[in-house]
């Protein structure tokens, strides 16, 4: 059996990186999920592994957590493990270090399995009993769990897209990673020159589908923290929460 927590290293390039010369918060996004996927495939429950049961891994919440972000040709290095299977849920958390092994941040998030025909969740005990197996429940991941984001209100849209082409997954609906592409484009370049992205939530709740026109409400709680509702209509797609600390 293979070790319970995966280690993966993953170099910084060019284009996963912004005018800063670091990472940006999808390029991290990005490097998360493909770890989440190898390490799901390495230990056999990865995404062929599960379509041959008809199902299919969905993201269904996602938290980052960054002190600092890697620069440009750096080697990083990011750990990620299980931290617990529930009946409709896995819970997977991940630590960032950059290639001194400092520290750069955490990531936590929460994963359902789907049938890809009714596209409902499965028992996940039922279906995989062996995941427990992999459970890291010691490991600790200090950053904090996942808190209700409320939707929206009172605003007019900051922006609008329709989804194109190049937001669509191997799913066949909007990327994961696109979604925060577009949300961190409500802002601008001063925002970014100043500041950084330190704390970073998003809830799925709809996919989305090639010509679908979203708008995108922001909403500011206080100096460095606001709220940002992807709707489709009337319906949010997905929510986040933005948590800046100036540089």
């Given at each position: 059996?293979?070790?319970?927590?995966?280690?993966?290293?993953?170099?910084?390039e060019?284009?996963?990186?912004?005018?800063?010369?670091?990472?940006?918060?999808?390029?991290?996004?990005?490097?998360?999920?493909?770890?989440?996927?190898?390490?799901?495939?390495?230990?056999?429950?990865?995404?062929?592994?599960?379509?041959?049961?008809?199902?299919?891994?969905?993201?269904?919440?996602?938290s980052?957590k960054?002190?600092?972000?890697?620069?440009?040709n750096?080697?990083?290095?990011?750990?990620?493990?299980?931290?617990?299977?529930?009946?409709?849920?896995?819970?997977?958390?991940?630590?960032?270090?950059?290639?001194?092994?400092?520290?750069?941040?955490?990531?936590?998030?929460?994963?359902?399995?789907?049938?890809?025909?009714?596209?409902?969740?499965?028992?996940?005990?039922?279906?995989?009993?062996?995941?427990?197996?992999?459970?890291?429940?010691?490991?600790?991941?200090?950053?904090?769990?996942?808190?209700?984001?409320?939707?929206?209100?009172?605003?007019?849209?900051?922006?609008?897209?329709?989804?194109?082409?190049?937001?669509?997954?191997?799913?066949?609906?909007?990327?994961?990673?696109?979604?925060?592409?577009?949300?961190?484009?409500?802002?601008?370049?001063?925002?970014?020159?100043?500041?950084?992205?330190?704390?970073?939530?998003?809830i799925?709740?709809?996919?989305?589908?090639?010509?679908?026109?979203?708008?995108?409400?922001?909403?500011?709680?206080?100096?460095?923290?606001?709220?940002?509702?992807?709707?489709?209509?009337?319906?949010?797609?997905?929510?986040?929460?933005?948590?800046?600390?100036?540089?």
């Open positions: 059996m293979l070790n319970k927590t995966g280690s993966f290293k993953i170099h910084i060019s284009y996963t990186c912004d005018f800063t010369e670091k990472a940006t918060l999808s390029g991290i996004g990005g490097y998360i999920l493909d770890v989440a996927s190898h390490h799901a495939e390495e230990r056999g429950f990865g995404y062929g592994d599960v379509l041959n049961d008809h199902v299919a891994w969905v993201l269904s919440r996602l980052i960054m002190d600092n972000y890697p620069a440009f750096r080697t990083i290095r990011i750990e990620t493990w299980i931290e617990s299977v529930e009946r409709f849920f896995t819970q997977r958390c991940f630590c960032i270090y950059d290639e001194d092994e400092t520290i750069l941040g955490y990531a936590r998030s929460i994963w359902a399995a789907i049938d890809i025909e009714t596209r409902r969740p499965i028992d996940i005990a039922s279906w995989r009993p062996d995941l427990v197996e992999y459970v890291v429940p010691e490991k600790e991941c200090p950053i904090e769990k996942f808190s209700k984001i409320l939707p929206v209100e009172g605003v007019e849209p900051s922006m609008g897209y329709s989804v194109r082409y190049s937001d669509i997954d191997i799913n066949k609906h909007t990327n994961s990673i696109k979604y925060i592409e577009h949300i961190v484009n409500v802002f601008d370049l001063e925002m970014f020159r100043n500041n950084f992205i330190q704390r970073f939530d998003i799925y709740l709809a996919e989305g589908a090639f010509g679908d026109k979203l708008k995108l409400y922001r909403q500011n709680i206080s100096e460095d923290e606001c709220l940002i509702d992807t709707r489709r209509g009337e319906e949010s797609v997905c929510r986040s929460r933005i948590i800046w600390k100036s540089k």
